[in-house]
């Protein structure tokens, strides 16, 4: 089972397009990032959220945590080639971090 | 600042030889993580370490797959032997580590590409 539950699992669409992505969960979190990868590279992180209903923005990229603290959404405006990558979320239960399998993002000029 | 350092980039070798990686965190990061990607997948957790102490591997083929973390600053870790399964991008990542929500936040290496033929 896992823990982290991200979808879409591909997204693939034209340049200057809104998306959304989502990361769900059954289990409550103490914060959750969100990284994003591109081939060859290993993860980078992008955001960390920590309180319940708390949005960050970071330029074209708005990031969401639910409420209840179980799950989290990325939404990216007009997005652009150079976004495309694997987005993921992983969580912190005071545990290891625990990632998602990620949602691959292309972004076609 | 250096971020987390791994090598080599690309390893391939026959199934049921040894193979190891290592991996130098990010000065001051007490918390190193030993994680596994397949293609299109997201990182697993093979190991973590608070400073020099294991104190999660319970994803960790202990068969097979062994890891240290000397001194608690550089890890290495080890598969013999290996088998044709492994193959996939091992990463190594750090942390603050500590209680607080942002000293979780993990800095990744490149990754080493295993290639088991």
């Known amino acids: 089972t896992q823990l982290l539950e991200q979808s879409p699992q591909f997204l693939s669409i034209q340049e200057g397009e809104n998306l959304t992505v989502y990361c769900n969960s059954s289990?409550?979190?103490?914060?959750l990032q969100w990284y994003r990868q591109e081939p060859g590279e290993g993860p980078v992180l992008l955001v960390t959220v920590v309180t319940g209903g708390e949005v960050k923005k970071l330029k074209r990229l708005t990031f969401q945590f639910g409420d209840a603290r179980k799950d989290s959404s990325l939404h990216i405006t007009a997005a652009q080639p150079g976004d495309t990558g694997l987005y993921l979320c992983?969580?912190?239960?005071?545990?290891?971090?625990?990632f998602g399998k990620g949602t691959r993002l292309s972004v076609i000029a | 600042e250096a971020g987390v350092v791994q090598s080599p980039r690309y390893k391939i070798i026959e199934k049921k030889q040894p193979v190891a990686f290592w991996c130098n965190p990010i000065s001051g990061h007490n918390t190193l993580y030993w994680y596994l990607q397949n293609l299109g997948q997201g990182p697993e957790l093979l190991i973590r370490y608070e400073n020099e102490e294991a104190v999660d591997d319970s994803q960790l083929p202990k068969d097979r797959f062994s890891a240290e973390r000397l001194k608690g600053v550089d890890s290495t870790l080890k598969i013999q032997p290996a088998e044709l399964g492994d193959s996939a991008v091992y990463l190594c990542?750090?942390?603050?580590?500590?209680?607080?929500?942002?000293?979780?936040?993990?800095?990744f290496g490149q990754g080493t590409r295993l290639t088991v033929v």
């Open positions: 992983a969580g912190d239960r005071n545990t290891p971090l625990v």
């Open positions: 990542a750090s942390s603050l580590g500590g209680g607080d929500s942002m000293n979780t936040e993990a800095f």
């Open positions: 289990s409550v979190f103490s914060s």
